[in-house]
């Protein structure tokens, strides 16, 4: 059955500091790789989305992340994090019937 | 160009009560989905509607469900009687037709359900 795991439920980094977030997916197709942020009271918001091609998508708000076939992975990063970037980060894989499967989610907590 | 919305924001019902979630999507967006996040878990997909015609409702939970979607425009969802575990946020999202277009989805802000 198709799967995402964050296997990190919350991060805490200094701001400035770089960050990655973890994400590894189980699908048995070429895998559609999505991450959203949700910012508190606010919906969810695409940041960026892998189909093809080059393994490092860049995205909104600075973020890029890179999708490793090997690994099935699809990790978050930014290189320099703000105060504005707290917020939970949700991975997702599109499979068949146009669904998407999400992870858990990770909270990113940003201290000063 | 307005993004999803979602009425009502919140919603507090007792169990046995009925409650109605709507949905607009984003205008042209043929694709209408409807997910749930319960407290502390994935969100997880409930069904997916192609203009007014339900393409796949796998994920809805039982038959207290019932989603409309009227000429392909808004959507509702339906939930006859309430049950303390419907309790959650539900969202929806729209998408364009299209390999990978349809799954590029845009979401709404949600409604946060809670069922006493």
């Known amino acids: 059955a198709q799967s995402v795991t964050q296997p990190d439920i919350h991060i805490t980094v200094s701001e400035g500091a770089s960050l990655e977030l973890r994400c590894n997916y189980s699908y048995g197709a070429t895998p559609y790789l999505f991450w959203y942020v949700q910012s508190p009271g606010q919906g969810l918001q695409l940041l960026l989305k892998?189909?093809?091609?080059?393994?490092l998508v860049q995205g909104i708000k600075g973020f890029e992340a890179e999708f490793k076939r090997s690994q099935s992975s699809f990790n978050l990063r930014k290189p320099s994090v703000h105060w504005s970037d707290a917020a939970e980060y949700f991975c997702?894989?599109?499979?068949?019937?146009?669904?998407?499967?999400f992870g858990a989610g990770t909270i990113l907590r940003v201290k000063s | 160009e307005a993004g999803v919305t979602q009425f009502p924001s919140h919603s507090v019902i007792e169990k046995g009560q009925t409650v109605t979630l709507r949905c607009d999507p984003i205008?042209?967006?043929?694709?209408l989905y409807w997910y749930r996040r319960v407290m502390g878990k994935e969100i997880k997909f409930l069904l997916h509607?192609?203009?007014?015609?339900?393409?796949?409702e796998s994920g809805m939970p039982n038959n207290r469900f019932l989603a409309e979607r009227t000429g392909g425009t808004y959507s509702t969802l339906k939930v006859q009687p309430a049950e303390l575990e419907d309790s959650g946020v539900y969202f929806c999202?729209?998408?364009?037709?299209?390999?990978?277009?349809?799954?590029?989805?845009?979401f709404g802000p949600g409604t946060r359900l809670t069922v006493t």
């Open positions: 509607f192609v203009k007014e015609s339900k393409q796949d």
């Open positions: 999202a729209s998408s364009q037709t299209g390999l990978g277009s349809s799954y590029e989805q845009y």
């Open positions: 205008s042209g967006h043929d694709n």
């Open positions: 892998y189909f093809s091609g080059d393994t």
């Open positions: 997702a894989v599109g499979v068949f019937g146009n669904k998407l499967v």
